[in-house]
């Protein structure tokens, strides 16, 4: 089983920044992509931004410019840096990591997930 763990999450007024971690522990031989996702209040959750196992990133248009993914393999963290926040960033955000264990090549796990609220 794996375990991830975010933080970093809080309220922030606009045009401020945050930075989100996520800790993934557990069985698992490798850990393949890690992913921001994100829910605001009434709406489907959304995917933010992936960061491949060889550091390939992609994001979401609207947070491109503003938002940074990253990972430290050593420690099995993923991070998201947002800066430039706007009232439409509010919501809860989850990281969701893709691993390879001892059974199977790809499972994904999600986190408990953590609130970000923007102030305008």
């Known amino acids: 089983q794996v375990r991830l763990v975010e933080s970093g999450g809080g309220l922030v007024q606009a045009g401020g920044s945050l930075r989100l971690s996520c800790a993934a522990s557990?069985?698992?031989?490798?850990?393949?992509?890690m992913k921001w996702y994100r829910q605001a209040p009434g709406k489907q959750r959304e995917w933010v931004a992936t960061?491949?196992?060889?550091?390939?990133?992609n994001y979401l248009d609207s947070v491109k410019g503003r938002f940074t993914i990253s990972r430290d393999n050593a420690k099995n963290m993923v991070y998201l840096q947002m800066n430039s926040l706007k009232p439409e960033d509010t919501a809860v955000y989850y990281c969701?990591?893709?691993?390879?264990?001892?059974?199977?090549?790809?499972?994904?796990?999600w986190g408990q997930g953590t609130q970000v609220t923007v102030s305008s």
């Open positions: 969701k990591v893709v691993v390879r264990t001892t059974t199977s090549i790809n499972v994904a796990y």
């Open positions: 557990g069985s698992m031989l490798t850990v393949n992509s």
């Open positions: 960061i491949t196992s060889d550091g390939n990133t």
